[in-house]
T-cell receptor, first 110, second 115 residues
Framework: KNQVEQSPQSLIILEGKNCTLQCNYTVSPFSNLRWYKQDTGRGPVSLTIMTFSENTKSNGRYTATLDADTKQSSLHITASQLSDSASYIC?????????FGAGTRLAVHP | NAGVTQTPKFRVLKTGQSMTLLCAQDMNHEYMYWYRQDPGMGLRLIHYSVGEGTTAKGEVPDGYNVSRLKKQNFLLGLESAAPSQTSVYFCASISGVTGASYEQYFGPGTRLTVT
C-alpha cells in the first residue's frame, strides 16, 4: 500500500533556530517527491519538487533532501521566521496520483 | 491569471441536502483533482480527471460525483450530504505529466459543514 509518513507530528521552535522535518515513503511507481507549505485556512503551496535523480533542492531558507535508496526525505528550515509557522506536507507522486503525508505542524515562537 | 479558484468558500448543509462545489482553473491544465482534508489526516483524493469529459475515482469516492464538461471546470457534487462529509475540500490542477517534474496548484479550499 502506498504510504507517506511524516515526523514529528508537531514541532515548536524559537525564532531564528533551524529545524528538520522527516518524511518516509513507500510509493510505487515513484515519479517525484515534493514538499508543500500550508498556512491555516489556505491551500498547500509548493516549496520544492525532486525527481529520482535529485538528492537536494533549495528554495530560499528551505532545503529538501531525498535518499531514493532508503526512501527518505527531509526538509531543513534555516533561521526560522514567525511566518514559517504552518503545516509542512510531504507528497510523493505515483504518476498522476499524489500520496500525501499527514503533515508536520510547525510553530515558530518569538 | 487567477490560478485555481473554488466556490463557495464556506457552506453549511443539513443532512440529506445536495450541493455542487465548483473548481475553475485558467492555466489550461489537463489534470484536475478533488481532495478532502480532515484534522490530523493527509489530503485524500476523492475523484480526478485526466481531461475534458473524463473522470475517475480516487481513494474516497463514495457519496460524491464529479463532472468535467469543460476543460477549465471540475465540479464536485454531493447528492445527499452526511455529517461524515464535513471537511475542507481542495481542488487542484497539474500542468502535465510528461517528464518527471510537474507543478500542482491548489485552490483556496471550501469549508463544508453538514449538520
Amino acid at each position: 500500500k502506498n504510504q507517506v509518513e511524516q515526523s514529528p507530528q508537531s514541532l515548536i521552535i524559537l525564532e531564528g533556530k533551524n529545524c528538520t522535518l522527516q518524511c518516509n515513503y513507500t510509493v510505487s511507481p515513484f515519479s517525484n517527491l515534493r514538499w508543500y507549505k500550508q498556512d491555516t485556512g489556505r491551500g498547500p503551496v509548493s516549496l520544492t519538487i525532486m525527481t529520482f535523480s535529485e538528492n537536494t533542492k533549495s528554495n530560499g531558507r528551505y532545503t529538501a533532501t531525498l535518499d531514493a535508496d532508503t526512501k527518505q526525505s527531509s526538509l531543513h528550515i534555516t533561521a526560522s521566521q514567525l511566518s514559517d509557522s504552518a503545516s509542512y506536507i510531504c507528497v510523493v507522486s505515483a504518476w498522476i496520483k499524489l500520496i500525501f503525508g499527514a503533515g508536520t505542524r510547525l510553530a515558530v515562537h518569538p | 491569471n487567477a490560478g485555481v479558484t473554488q466556490t463557495p468558500k464556506f457552506r453549511v448543509l443539513k443532512t440529506g441536502q445536495s450541493m455542487t462545489l465548483l473548481c475553475a482553473q485558467d492555466m489550461n491544465h489537463e489534470y484536475m483533482y478533488w481532495y478532502r482534508q480532515d484534522p490530523g489526516m493527509g489530503l485524500r483524493l476523492i475523484h480526478y480527471s485526466v481531461g475534458e469529459g473524463t473522470t475517475a475515482k480516487g481513494e474516497v469516492p463514495d457519496g460524491y460525483n464529479v463532472s468535467r464538461l469543460k476543460k477549465q471546470n471540475f465540479l464536485l457534487g454531493l447528492e445527499s450530504a452526511a455529517p461524515s462529509q464535513t471537511s475542507v475540500y481542495f481542488c487542484a490542477s497539474i500542468s502535465g505529466v510528461t517528464g518527471a517534474s510537474y507543478e500542482q496548484y491548489f485552490g483556496p479550499g471550501t469549508r463544508l459543514t453538514v449538520t
